[in-house]
């Protein structure tokens, strides 16, 4: 078949009244030339026609991954094959009789395939990555980094092949000398593997995942995961700056996760109040009468009496922050903004040089961060502000104006 075309283009030279001979170098490259435009035309029609009406096709369809696809342009890249296959199937038919120039485009031929084939493949990730992002699968599972390791184990048998093919020798014998520079390749992609083994983990052990609020001190992260890669985790802070983790820094330090807090549906309000220890004192009937005008603090006061039948009724005489926490207990339940089925707490923490520390330890039932805080300042202000009807004060160290006041006191004296 090459023979005869070959003498077709020989003729139709001779009738122009250029002399040519069917096997000499004009012949062969209008042959070459031909080949060519084979091989565009096919490309022309694959890319501009049949990938057109796919186009066509996946445009008006619902189907989410095509919509990916075309955006990626994955079908094109793969259409860059059809001239390089084209060409490798004439080729050998216009250079039977030069072997070391068919050799040459052969193997470019095949390089070129290996590359659009890499190519295309890593386009088909980056789509598959976009489809877990918009099917919410990254929430749960690592695929950037399985995707990230898959275009690095598809780069290094791209090379390889390439350079078997370049060389003229078996994959096998490139493989085999990969055990010589295990070591290399270990410490150049140490963080790679460290990486990827660290996302296994972080998978399976549900660690992290896209979302999750962490606060990791030792990088200066606070805020939510945005991205979880091969090698490291990508955290955008609450005050919009971002802060990059390797992955096995997760694995091998300690963070705090706040997944279980948002899924819980309940946040903490742990804070304490220092009361000025001298304003602790007992109270009297009259204090009793006065402070039962408070709401939540007449029901106290008359069960507590109820209780002293007999013994020493001097030691079971009520104090003024005994109706303080009471009165505290009752203002929390009756507040519809905290949990009452979590850990719910009033208490006296160890007296220390600052006063008595009384905590709130409760739960507020919406964990939102601008609601939980305006939550917790109307709790405190509230506490601050009813203080003094218990004739307790908060601990203050002294500042400028009580040295002043002091030394006045003691010149006037």
């Given at each position: 078949m090459s023979h005869k075309i070959r003498l077709d283009i020989a003729n139709g030279m001779s009738q122009l009244g250029i002399n040519v001979q069917p096997q000499d170098s004009i012949s062969t490259a209008i042959f070459m030339v031909l080949c060519c435009v084979v091989a565009f035309l096919a490309y022309v029609f694959v890319r501009w026609g049949l990938l057109a009406i796919l186009r066509s096709a996946i445009k008006r369809s619902?189907?989410?991954?095509?919509?990916?696809?075309?955006r990626h342009k994955v079908f094109e890249k793969l259409s860059l094959t059809i001239p390089a296959m084209v060409l490798n199937l004439v080729i050998p038919l216009v250079l039977d009789k030069h072997a070391i120039l068919s050799s040459f485009i052969?193997?470019?031929?095949?390089?070129?395939?290996?590359?659009?084939?890499?190519?295309?493949?890593?386009?088909?990730?980056?789509?598959?990555?976009?489809?877990?992002?918009?099917?919410?699968?990254?929430?749960?599972?690592?695929?950037?980094?399985?995707v990230q390791l898959s275009k690095l184990i598809i780069f290094f048998i791209g090379f390889i092949i390439a350079i078997?093919?370049?060389?003229?020798?078996?994959?096998?014998?490139?493989?085999?000398?990969?055990?010589?520079?295990?070591?290399?390749?270990?410490l150049v992609f140490r963080d790679t593997i460290l990486g990827f083994v660290a996302g296994i983990q972080l998978s399976a052990n549900q660690m992290v995942k896209v979302g999750d609020w962490i606060q990791m001190d030792k990088y200066g992260a606070n805020g939510s995961i945005d991205e979880v890669s091969l090698t490291t985790v990508k955290v955008k802070n609450w005050d919009n700056t971002v802060t990059n983790i390797p992955a096995y820094a997760l694995v091998q330090d300690s963070f705090?996760?706040?997944?279980?807090?948002?899924?819980?549906?309940?946040?903490?309000?742990?804070?304490?109040?220092?009361?000025?220890?001298?304003?602790?004192?007992?109270?009297?009937?009259?204090?009793?009468?006065?402070?039962?005008?408070?709401?939540?603090?007449?029901?106290?006061?008359?069960?507590?009496?109820?209780?002293i039948v007999t013994g020493d009724a001097h030691?079971?005489?009520?104090?003024?922050?005994?109706?303080?926490?009471?009165?505290?207990?009752?203002?929390?339940?009756?507040?519809?903004?905290?949990?009452?089925?979590m850990t719910f707490l009033v208490r006296e923490l160890e007296p220390s040089a600052q006063g008595l520390p009384v905590q709130i330890?409760?739960?507020?039932?919406?964990?939102?961060?601008?609601?939980?805080?305006?939550?917790q300042s109307d709790i405190f202000d509230h506490v601050l502000a009813i203080l003094p009807q218990f004739n307790l004060a908060v601990y203050q160290s002294p500042d400028g104006s009580d040295v002043r006041s002091l030394q006045s006191s003691i010149a006037a004296s």
């Open positions: 619902q189907a989410t991954w095509g919509h990916v696809m075309v052969d193997r470019t031929l095949s390089l070129w395939l290996i590359i659009v084939l890499v190519r295309s493949t890593y386009a088909f990730l980056d789509a598959t990555n976009d489809m877990a992002d918009i099917n919410q699968i990254s929430r749960n599972l690592p695929v950037k980094s399985f078997s093919v370049l060389t003229n020798r078996s994959p096998i014998y490139f493989l085999s000398g990969l055990g010589v520079a295990t070591g290399l390749v270990l705090i996760n706040w997944r279980q807090m948002q899924e819980s549906g309940g946040r903490r309000i742990k804070r304490s109040i220092l009361i000025d220890i001298e304003t602790i004192k007992f109270i009297d009937e009259q204090q009793q009468q006065q402070l039962s005008t408070i709401p939540y603090v007449a029901d106290f006061i008359a069960k507590r009496n109820a209780e030691a079971l005489q009520l104090t003024n922050i005994t109706v303080f926490r009471a009165y505290l207990e009752a203002y929390l339940k009756q507040n519809n903004k905290i949990r009452q089925d330890y409760v739960f507020v039932n919406d964990t939102r961060w601008a609601f939980y805080e305006a939550v």
